[in-house]
């Protein structure tokens, strides 16, 4: 997305769940955002729901495992057990997640997402320096306004032209 260039524009571009976190930096946040912008008609729209910074999930043991589930492979409908180990660093303010998959056979495939973590404030100085105002912002998908303590963002900006 950081080099996408659109060979016609949009009225609504989306950064759907978790992708903002796959930007290490903000110069890559600032050229996620100019891309947005490129591939946006005037006045149109960017659409975002990301998580907040919340040393309280980041203090968990990282050699624990948190919500276990079983579930069915959605190819071979074999049945999987899973189960999520996260760290964090504070340096980097990258939060790690290892998902781990364990198949009936007793094997354990894994998954290690690096999501870097941004404060609110930071983000949204960052997206309206490249061209958008915020139109509505909320904590969660229930229309719930934004507080310092909240961890999930949802904010709709308007290209400013």
Known sequence: FLTYSAPKTFPLVIIPFNALHHCTDHSQ???MGRAAYRALVQGGYLALDCYL???NLYHR???E???PRWFTHPQSGEPLYSWEQSWWEEESHTHHVMYSYQRSNGS??????ALHMYDRPVLRTIIEDCGFSLVKE????QNGTVG???????A???RQD
């Open 65 to 67: 495992r948190y919500e």
């Open 138 to 141: 909320w904590a969660d998908f």
């Open 29 to 31: 946040l600032r050229e």
């Open 61 to 63: 043991d990282p050699d």
């Open 108 to 113: 354990v495939e894994q998954t290690h997402l």
């Open 148 to 154: 310092e303590k909240d961890h999930k963002w949802i």
């Open 156 to 158: 709709i900006f308007r």
């Open 53 to 55: 910074i919340d040393r």
